[in-house]
């Protein structure tokens, strides 16, 4: 299974984003798509993460609200919108592949390379 992100860049603050990542492979085991983020300094954080039929999302808490996670079948592609961006959002952020739909990273075997999201 290969992940690769795209979308990332400069936003201004309150700006918005839209990240992608797009699955290819033996991607009919992946049953759930996933992004971490990761800020300088800081350890990896859960931002948000969605099930294969798409009935069951999860946000971490500094992103609820602002966020939004979706997933487009027919495409192999994971989406997070992302609204009123705010400096502490600026991280890289990874997108993961995994067996089970959880805020753990433990969860997920696969990982994309990483976009940059400056704000």
């Known amino acids: 299974v290969q992940l690769v992100e795209s979308g990332g860049g400069l936003v201004q603050a309150g700006g918005s984003l839209r990240l992608s990542c797009a699955a290819s492979?033996?991607?009919?085991?992946?049953?759930?798509l996933g992004w971490f983020r990761r800020a300088p300094g800081k350890e990896r954080e859960f931002v948000a993460a969605?099930?294969?039929?798409?009935?069951?999302?999860y946000y971490g808490d500094s992103v609820k609200g602002r966020f939004t996670i979706s997933q487009d079948n027919a495409k192999n592609t994971v989406y997070l919108q992302m609204n009123d961006l705010r400096s502490e959002d600026t991280a890289v952020y990874y997108c993961?592949?995994?067996?089970?739909?959880?805020?753990?990273?433990?969860?997920?075997?696969?990982w994309g390379r990483g976009t940059q999201v400056l704000r």
């Open positions: 993961s592949g995994g067996r089970l739909v959880s805020r753990d990273s433990e969860m997920y075997d696969y």
């Open positions: 492979g033996r991607t009919f085991i992946l049953y759930a």
């Open positions: 969605i099930n294969e039929s798409g009935g069951i999302t």
